[in-house]
């Protein structure tokens, strides 16, 4: 698979847990309507997911993350 769509599926992937978790969580605890729980899970979910990138190198392309819990980029 190429590191471009690692990268994408890695980004999907890492949304779609924390959205979920978060669309969970409120929801059990706050009395909002859908929409408005939708939003934001979707708003928590962007902030704290981690960013996959593919680097191109000397070596070839590399996937890379980001996340705002650790210091710098991190290869996968």
Do not use: Q
């Amino acid at each position: 698979m190429k590191p471009k769509y690692k990268a994408l599926l890695f980004n999907f992937i890492a949304f779609v847990v924390l959205f979920l978790i978060a669309r969970l969580v409120l929801g059990y605890y706050l009395p909002i309507s859908p929409i408005f729980l939708a939003v934001t899970s979707a708003i928590i979910a962007n902030i704290l997911a981690p960013k996959f990138g593919a680097i191109k190198t000397d070596e070839g392309e590399r996937v890379l993350m980001k996340w705002i819990f650790i210091k710098g980029m991190r290869e996968i």
